[in-house]
Every structure is written in C-alpha cells, then in structure tokens.
C-alpha cells in the first residue's frame, strides 16, 4: 500500500527561484534562507518520497478569468514550466502520475464528495516549481513524479480555511486507500504575510506567522476557524494563500513531530516559512 | 448586489480585495496583461502598444492607466497585481518597483527595499482605514 512519510510547509516566492536560477544563493542577501533550508533538503533526501503531491496557486499562468477551479487535480503524464513573461523557468519538466492522480480524483470525488476539477493539460509556475528548486536544488530531473493541485486563492470567495484542511483530510484516505507500494509526501506551499499591492505593499506581520507556525504545529483546528478577512488584514492580501498549508496539514495525524522549523524576513517583498513534519 | 458577506475586508487600508465586483470592473484590463505571457504577444505590444490595446475592452481611463504605467490606478480600476505585473515583468521591473510605487507615501525602490530588510511594513497602525485618517 502507499505509505505518506510527512508534509513539509513553504513559501513559493519566485525570487527565490530567480536566485536559485541565476547562481545568486551563496549571497549574502540569500544566504541565510537557504541555509535555514538545508535541513529540509537533507529530510527529503533521506525520505526520497516516489511521488510528491504539491498543493500551490496559479498567479494567471494555466488559469485566467476566464475560468478559475477553486481545487484542480493535474492528471497529466507531465508539466511544463509556463512562461510567465521572462520565458519559461529553466527547470525540468514535471512527470506525473496519472494512475495515483486519478485515483486521488476518483476518491475525492465519489468517497468524500470534494468535487475537484480534472486538468488534463497543465502548465506549472512558480508556486510549483520554487518548492520543488528549494526541496531538491537543480536536478536534470526532478527526483520524483508529481501530482499538482491547484487551489485557488486569488479570487475572492477563496475556500475556507476549513475546507482546505478538510481536503488534506480526504486527500491523505485517499493516499492510504492507493495499492502499489509507493511513497508520498505533501507539499503546502504559500505565504507567508505579504501583501505586493495598494498602498500597503511591503506588509509583513512576523508575529501572526509565528502564531501561525505554532498552529500548524500543536493545534491546526484553531487554524480552520480563520475567516478571509482576519488573513487579508493581518497576513496581507496576497498572504492569505496560507491556507494552502492546511490541506498538507489534514492530511496528517492530529499529533506531529515537528523535524524542522525556519522563518526569515524578507525574501523580495515576502515572509519567508518552513515546517517539515512527520505524523507522531 | 445580494451577498452572504458584510464585505468588511473594506475596512482595511490600502488594500485592493479581487472580489466579484473588482473582477468584473477589471475583467479586460486583466486578460490584456494576462495575454503577455507569450513571446509572440508581448512582440506584438511591443511594436505596436495602442494597436495591441485596441485588441480588449478597455474602459478609457484603463488604457490610459497602461499607457502611463499607473500601477496603483490600474488597481482601483479592477486589475490585480499578479495580472498587473505582467505588464511590470514587461518593463523590466521587479515586484519591489512596483511596490514603491504604489505605496502609501512615495517611496524609491531603494527606500521600499530597506524597508523590506528591515522587517517589512508594520502590522501596527496599518489595520484600518480609521487609522489611516486620523495620520
């Protein structure tokens, strides 16, 4: 049977993968993230997950107005990098695993009623492949298969925060449910406090995330009862795509072991969070 | 408009929430920026800005935002900022330019990264536009 062996946290930013592209993290504006990174990147290594399941947001890449999933599930064979107007990230493409991916579908759907959007076709950004640059570097192939779901969290009504942790819920029944002898690992990305527009760009809120890391830690049922309007205020506009990180965290045991834990202030206009966690 | 939602995310100062109506209102502006990510399109804004406008529904005043590169007017006119920087990315800019130059008090690009090295801009005094009025 498939086997999940942890969840890690982390932020998306894309001038994290600009840094990583353009050989810039030994500097010292970046040096110290990466290195809060480090052990992060030692636990995946160790654990080498088959499949890694990535719970991100689009930014206007694969999906625009015209039509906005609040949960897409990517069941295709691979995924490109989008362009997302400097050209296409220098990363590999994604492989997929359609067979666990539509069985994740099929069990979501008809066994826990979370009707997620099939996407056939998908093209990735960065809330995808910076995650997978800070787990795994600069591989000429990324080391495992990966299942996309894209949530939305750019267009208001966003789903709760309990729904997503409910997702987690679902998803991780069905990670258990899945035959072959595989391991899988969730990766939440987003956040943490930023805001990038109005007048009030360059929000940053160092205690709330904390409160926030704590939560996912010891006590993510506290997390589920935050409406919109407390993220949009105290973690920023664009930092209310945390909740990304509850569907990871329901899909763990109420109890965790907390393996590593960072936060750095800024990362370009971003608070930048790390957990790696393993169910207790 | 009936809602299920007493929209009190308007209280918060300086912040632009892409709801319904803001989507609405920003419809076109967005799909024009969103549609700068492939080459063949930004070539053709390139060579010819008003006649690559002309291609979407731009209200008036939109355009002219565009034209003039007015980051924070392209907000209160509907756009969202990962569509809006598209056209950033356009330029040349980065996120911290365009920061700058919407913030509350005019800032460089310069001032706005310092501000980011030093912690950001604070949570404290920025919660409510009932703080903002009384500054």
């Known amino acids: 049977m498939a086997k999940f062996i942890g969840g890690v946290g982390t932020s998306h930013v894309p001038s994290i993968g600009a840094a990583i592209d353009h050989g810039k993290t030994e500097e010292p504006y970046w040096k110290p993230l990466f290195d809060g990174v480090k052990p992060a990147r030692d636990w995946i290594e160790e654990a080498k997950p088959d499949v890694v399941i990535v719970i991100y947001n689009d930014h206007a890449s694969r999906f625009g107005l015209d039509v906005t999933p609040t949960f897409a599930i990517g069941v295709a064979d691979h995924f490109e990098p989008h362009d997302e107007g400097y050209g296409p990230r220098p990363v590999p493409a994604c492989q997929g695993d359609p067979e666990l991916a539509w069985h994740l579908t099929e069990s979501l759907v008809l066994k826990d009623e979370f009707d997620v959007a099939i996407v056939g076709e998908m093209s990735v950004d960065h809330g995808l492949t910076v995650p997978l640059s800070l787990m795994f570097g600069q591989p000429d192939q990324w080391p495992c298969r990966v299942i996309p779901i894209c949530v939305n969290v750019i267009q208001y009504p966003q789903p709760t925060a309990l729904r997503c942790f409910k997702l987690g819920q679902a998803l991780r029944r069905a990670i258990d449910s899945y035959g072959p002898d595989i391991k899988v690992a969730v990766l939440g990305t987003g956040g943490m406090s930023h805001q990038l527009q109005g007048e009030r760009a360059g929000l940053i809120n160092a205690s709330y995330d904390n409160q926030w890391l704590d939560g996912m830690v010891n006590d993510p049922q506290s997390l589920t009862k935050i409406g919109h309007t407390e993220l949009l205020r105290e973690a920023g506009s664009e930092g209310l795509e945390i909740i990304m990180w509850l569907i990871m965290r329901g899909a763990m045991n109420e109890s965790v072991r907390q393996v590593h834990r960072f936060y750095h202030v800024p990362a370009s206009n971003t608070a930048y969070g790390l957990l790696v966690l393993e169910d207790a | ?135």
């Open chain 2, 1 to 135: 408009m009936n809602t299920t939602t007493d929209r009190d995310y308007r209280q918060i100062p300086g912040t632009y929430v892409f709801d319904g109506d803001h989507c609405r209102k920003g419809y076109a502006l967005n799909m024009f920026c969103k549609s700068l990510d492939q080459e063949t399109n930004r070539a053709a804004f390139r060579a010819d800005p008003a006649g690559y406008l002309d291609r979407y529904r731009l209200s008036d005043d939109q355009r002219k935002a565009v034209l003039l590169r007015d980051w924070l007017v392209m907000l209160r006119l509907g756009g969202n900022i990962y569509y809006t920087f598209k056209l950033a990315i356009f330029d040349g800019l980065t996120m911290q330019h365009v920061g700058a130059a919407m913030s509350a008090k005019k800032m460089t690009v310069d001032d706005f990264r310092a501000m980011m090295i030093a912690g950001g801009r604070p949570i404290a005094g920025n919660r409510n536009v009932e703080e903002w009025s009384h500054g």
